[in-house]
Structures are given as C-alpha cells and as structure tokens.
T-cell receptor, first 115, second 113 residues
Framework: SAVISQKPSRDICQRGTSLTIQCQVDSQVTMMFWYRQQPGQSLTLIATANQGSEATYESGFVIDKFPISRPNLTFSTLTVSNMSPEDSSIYLC????????????FGPGTRLTVT | GENVEQHPSTLSVQEGDSAVIKCTYSDSASNYFPWYKQELGKRPQLIIDIRSNVGEKKDQRIAVTLNKTAKHFSLHITETQPEDSAVYFCAAVKNFGNEKLTFGTGTRLTIIP
C-alpha cells in the first residue's frame, strides 16, 4: 500500500481564518479523496480530487468553503475556509491502491480545532 | 445514492469469544465491500474486503460474508483478543472504477479480558 503523510497533524485555529492541509503520497495515484470525521462519528466524503481537473464535491460541501488543489499525481491540498467551531473535525485524505486495485488507504489525518 | 447501515453500534464480548458486525446496503450496483478498523487516535486501516463475485473471504481470525440477494455483509472475528478493541467501519463502493466509499456508522467493539 502507499505511504501517505499529512501536514499538519493537528492545529488550533481561530474562527474566521483558513487552514490548508497537505496530503503527500509516495507513489503516483489517479484519485485522491478528502474525508471529514467529526468526533465520534463515521467518515464523510468531502470531495474527490483528480489531477488536471476540478474536484468533485459531495452534497453539502462547496468549493468556496473547501477549495482543493491537485497539482500532480502525488500531492493534494484541502483548505478549510472561514472556519467556525462546527468545522472542528479530523480531516483525512485517502488514495486508491496502486495497480488498479479497489482498496483505499488513509492518511494519518489532521485534527482541527476551531475556537 | 448509496446508504449503508451498520449494527450494532456498540458490542462487548468476552476475550476468546466471537464478534459479528452486520451491514446492509441499498444499491444493488455496489460491488466492493471493505472493512476498516480504527483504533483511538489512529487512521482507519483496511483489514479485509470482499467483492461481489465472492460469498466469503477469510484471513486468519477475520472473515467477511456477503449476501447479494439480501444486500448485506458481515464481519466475523473469532477468538477475540484485547487488541481487537477498536471502532470498525463497513463500507460499500458503487460501480467499477468509481472508488467513492460510503461508510456505515461504525461499531465500537470492546473485548473484555
């Protein structure tokens, strides 16, 4: 499976500010995904990021709030904009397995607290 | 869209006993069903998966069964150990080549020594 890293691992931010989360993979992957996991909850897909095209957002998530970049096949960023306490969550990126596999593997996550 | 229900939400079993977690899905087009284990403060880790052309898959103490007709699949853990304590999530993927995962709500499994 791919080795996935995320930065930062955690942050405490003030409301109204923005935070950009980075996701780096050690191999080239076509599809990268961004999830949100609120405390004690399941994982909710925010968007799918493909290199060279705009991200595809799920219902309830919009580009203005969660802009995503995917400049190459090993890197993506998710920005949480104009944050409010309700944005306090763990944000995780995931990637598909290599070799056309269906498996998805997750990064270690970014724990965001908004005060 | 796809909807995945997971039961129970919490499960406590005596060490050495078996644990079973069940999930149902709504979309008959779903064809891949992974299970993830998430320990406290850690990332979800893929522990086993099954594709729609297979009815059962085993990996040591872990097994997954799939009933396509009933649209449900289950995780079975035998000879449970304290390190099996975690939150387990089932998921379903709809359509070949589209790896959008829809997750269940999770089961917190506690193994009692």
């Amino acid at each position: 499976s791919a080795v996935i890293s995320q930065k930062p691992s955690r942050d405490i931010c003030q409301r109204g500010t923005s935070l950009t989360i980075q996701c780096q993979v050690d191999s080239q992957v076509t599809m990268m995904f961004w999830y949100r996991q609120q405390p004690g909850q399941s994982l909710t897909l925010i968007a799918t990021a493909n290199q060279g095209s705009e991200a595809t957002y799920e219902s309830g998530f919009v580009i203005d709030k969660f802009p995503i970049s995917r400049p190459n096949l090993t890197f993506s960023t998710l920005t949480v904009s104009n944050m409010s306490p309700e944005d306090s969550s763990i944000y995780l990126c995931s990637v598909e397995g290599t070799g056309g596999e269906y498996e998805q593997y997750f990064g270690p996550g970014t724990r965001l607290t908004v005060t | 869209g796809e909807n995945v229900e997971q039961h129970p939400s919490t499960l406590s079993v005596q060490e050495g006993d078996s644990a079973v977690i069940k999930c149902t899905y709504s979309d008959s087009a779903s064809n891949y069903f992974p299970w993830y284990k998430q320990e406290l403060g850690k990332r979800p880790q893929l522990i086993i998966d099954i594709r729609s052309n297979v009815g059962e898959k085993k990996d040591q103490r872990i097994a997954v069964t799939l009933n396509k007709t009933a649209k449900h699949f289950s995780l079975h853990i035998t000879e449970t150990q304290p390190e099996d304590s975690a939150v387990y999530f089932c998921a379903a993927v709809k359509n070949f080549g589209n790896e959008k995962l829809t997750f269940g709500t999770g089961t917190r499994l506690t193994i009692i020594p």
